[in-house]
Nanobody, 116 residues
Framework: QVHLVESGGGLVQPGRSLRLTCASS????????AAWYRQAPGKQRELVAV???????VYADSVKGRFSISRDNAKNMVYLQMNSLKPEDTGVYYC??????????WGQGTQVTVYS
């Protein structure tokens, strides 16, 4: 069992930055992949960014060039640096861990609101 706890969300104006943190109760070294998803009101949850065990990353087209996912294996942390935030980035952001063999875990989410 792995527990994930997100933090770092908040209320910001367009163009500003936030860094989200996902703290894992277990070693992220064993993760096949870690990811950030988001869910806007009335919309389905969508993938924002993924970082694989080899360090490779994948981003949604809507955040490419603005967001950056990273991981610190020593601290068991996964980060999402979000720059140049837009109102359409508003939503609840969830941390996700894939340990393989259908073992997938989610955090409780952190709210990000970008207001004009």
């Amino acid at each position: 069992q792995v527990h994930l706890v997100e933090s770092g969300g908040g209320l910001v104006q367009p163009g500003r930055s936030l860094r989200l943190t996902c703290a894992s109760s277990g070693s992220i070294f064993s993760f096949n992949a870690a990811a950030w998803y988001r869910q806007a009101p009335g919309k389905q949850r969508e993938l924002v960014a993924v970082i694989n065990s080899d360090g490779s990353t994948v981003y949604a087209d809507s955040v490419k060039g603005r967001f950056s996912i990273s991981r610190d294996n020593a601290k068991n942390m996964v980060y999402l640096q979000m720059n140049s935030l837009k109102p359409e980035d508003t939503g609840v952001y969830y941390c996700n861990a894939d340990l393989g063999l259908s073992r997938v875990y989610w955090g409780q989410g952190t709210q990000v609101t970008v207001y004009s």
